[in-house]
């Protein structure tokens, strides 16, 4: 365990010395086989704080990354599935299918902005294995990581060194400041939503019948 731990953590420093290049690896890395936890926001805010003039493309290449090693796990646990519960249609499964079916996007968004060591891969794993729709899951993701790792690249352009010592600080409160207020905004739009879908109309059945004034 230990030799993989520092053979993981030579990884991290050689993809460290690439730049952007590196940034996509670690975060591809990370996401799928090879976890990596929290150096690629480190080192985005560090990039950006030496280089502000990149901090889209810093953002963007560790967004991309992260999303396209988060497609290698759902995909595998896609393929697998059909292995895994061949004849195995159990009521809580249809359960969970059904549930993660309507809150899937929300699910998945929150889960992308969940700070180490939050199980994330769980969630990749449970999404592939239940087959979730692969566009929702890949946009969900790209705003998620989106608006996290847009943050950092801000915060690291705007505040530099300050803003690296202080997400090393301050890093799992900040990540679940912003993941609530990701649930208080998807709440109060489910509860604006419902209410508007609720509220009276005429309907085909309120329609007058020929004839009737």
């Not at 359960?95 to 902005?113: D, G, I, P, Y």
Request: aromatic share 12%; hydrophobic share 50%; with cysteine.
């Amino acid at each position: 365990m230990g030799f993989l731990k520092s053979q993981t953590a030579r990884l991290g420093q050689f993809l460290a010395l690439y730049g952007g290049w590196g940034l996509l690896g670690i975060s591809f890395f990370d996401s799928s086989f090879v976890p990596l936890p929290g150096l690629n926001d480190l080192l985005l805010l560090h990039l950006c704080g030496q280089h502000p003039e990149r901090a889209i493309l810093y953002a963007l290449a560790t967004t991309t990354g992260s999303v396209l090693g988060c497609y290698v796990m759902f995909g595998l646990a896609r393929g697998g599935a059909r292995f895994l519960w061949r004849g195995q249609r159990s009521a809580s499964l249809a359960r969970a299918h059904q549930w993660l079916e309507k809150n899937e996007f929300a699910t998945l968004l929150v889960a992308s902005l969940l700070p180490p060591p939050a199980p994330f891969k769980a969630f990749l794993l449970a999404a592939g294995a239940l087959r979730v729709n692969a566009w929702r899951f890949g946009l969900a993701l790209m705003v998620g990581r989106s608006l996290r790792f847009g943050t950092e690249a801000f915060l690291g352009a705007r505040y530099g060194a300050a803003a690296e010592a202080y997400l090393k600080a301050n890093f799992v409160p900040a990540s679940l400041a912003i993941v609530l207020a990701v649930i208080a905004a998807t709440f109060l739009y489910r509860r604006l939503v419902g209410r508007g879908a609720s509220s009276p109309g005429v309907t085909s059945g309120d329609s007058p019948s020929p004839g009737e004034p």
